[in-house]
């Protein structure tokens, strides 16, 4: 974000804040009680929701909207579990451990008010230019009771003056009834890094091999114990894997529609639902030509327990897409303190225990959600025209600083 739009954004804060305070116009109570245990189990219909929270990407001071349209998608979706994929914190610019701590605490505060469990994994920005590591902020989520997520596999991998660390993979096992010890789904949650530390190629991070081959031996045990069949399961992570440009359709430059990646240019697959699936930005994977970063999910093809991948990264894509019969599925970001448009939102993934091959999901636009207060509404509007401004100046400021620099 631009030293204009934050300092707008700053001053914008205050205003929100204030109008907030409006007790008349506050939004309703909420259930506060929290579930008995931590166990993930279907309910008496058979189904099971998700509520993905994508790229919340903020600093100490959260964003007033930021925290009431996550209020306000936790109360519409009536999730029975949350998991947030990754840039949970904009770690860059948590300058302090005390500023990362707060960052967090600011939204497991609402988790832990609502008593819903809680699983996350990291993103590139989580330990970005923080002191914060992502071992202390495992040790933070470990303190709020909501939390189900551990610290798990943890693999670190130096090229060089170049260090990377994944923590924080693991899998939560879905039972068929909360009263019952049988294993009828399974949660994947991977920690797909930060950035690739091979300066031959560069590039976003990846499931590291130590990750794999817990997920593989995972699998197998999983598998063993349900009579040799694979457990059906979903995965959650924050990069996109790099088979996403193999299932997409490469068209040529100018296509309508088109974004690029890496100097050829990308849709949707042709019959896409444009209503429902959006691609505003060419995907940021891993670097296409690092064969390590394609290891992940061509483990899960020979495994054949995965029906989907849900991530995020790309805050302004929604949209799935097959490959090889498993489901790539981006999610758009809900962040308002990092690059967005009308897309901001959160996606909701509900899964039946008696058709377990698939799963029902949908997006939950900010906007929308945000609506129905008219102090929300009308901050909304008003956040929107600052940030047109930051633009004008933005721009400006850049066509200042080009003429100078001829």
Not at 13 to 32: H, K, R
Not at 370 to 388: G, H, N, T
Request: with cysteine; charged share 20%.
């Amino acid at each position: 974000m631009s030293k204009f739009k934050k300092l707008l954004a700053a001053a914008l804060c205050l205003v929100m804040a204030a109008a907030m305070l409006i007790p008349a116009l506050a939004s309703s109570d909420v259930d506060v009680s929290r579930p008995a245990d931590a166990k993930i189990a279907f309910n008496d219909e058979g189904k099971l929701t998700i509520l993905q929270v994508a790229d919340l990407q903020d600093d100490e001071s959260l964003d007033p909207l930021a925290k009431q349209s996550l209020k306000r998608a936790i109360e519409k979706a009536k999730p029975d579990l949350i998991i947030m994929t990754g840039d949970n914190i904009a770690g860059y610019s948590c300058k302090t451990k005390i500023a990362a701590r707060t960052a967090i605490k600011n939204y497991m505060d609402v988790f832990e008010k609502y008593g819903i469990p809680v699983a996350m994994v990291f993103g590139n920005h989580d330990d970005d230019d923080t002191p914060y590591t992502k071992m202390e902020q495992i040790e933070q989520y470990e303190t709020y009771s909501c939390f189900i997520g551990c610290a798990g596999v943890v693999a670190d991998k130096t090229v060089g003056n170049n260090y990377t660390i994944n923590a924080g993979t693991y899998n939560i096992p879905v039972y068929a009834a909360k009263d019952s010890d049988k294993v009828a789904y399974n949660i994947w949650c991977f920690d797909s890094g930060n950035y690739n530390p091979d300066d031959n190629y560069g590039g976003y991070g990846y499931v590291l091999p130590e990750q794999v081959e817990w997920y593989v031996q995972k699998s197998n045990e999983l598998k063993a114990a349900n009579g040799g069949v694979p457990v059906p399961s979903i995965a959650f992570q924050h990069i996109v894997p790099p088979q996403i440009v193999r299932a997409l359709k490469e068209v040529p430059q100018g296509t309508e529609g088109a974004v690029s990646f890496a100097g050829s240019y990308y849709t949707l697959p042709d019959g896409t639902d444009l209503t429902t699936n959006w691609m505003s930005e060419g995907p940021c994977p891993p670097n296409t030509g690092f064969a390590p970063g394609y290891a992940q999910v061509d483990a899960m093809l020979e495994q054949g327990d995965v029906n989907a991948v849900f991530f995020g990264h790309d805050h302004i894509n929604a949209y799935i897409v097959d490959y090889q019969g498993i489901d790539l599925v981006s999610s758009p970001g809900c962040t308002f303190s990092s690059y967005n448009d009308d897309h901001r939102g959160y996606r909701v993934i509900t899964l039946d225990k008696n058709n377990p091959d698939g799963y029902e999901t949908y997006t939950m636009l900010t906007s929308e959600l945000l609506e129905s207060s008219p102090v929300d509404s009308m901050l909304l509007k008003i956040r929107a025209f600052f940030e047109k401004i930051g633009d004008f100046f933005e721009n400006l400021w850049d066509r200042i600083t080009a003429v100078f620099k001829k």
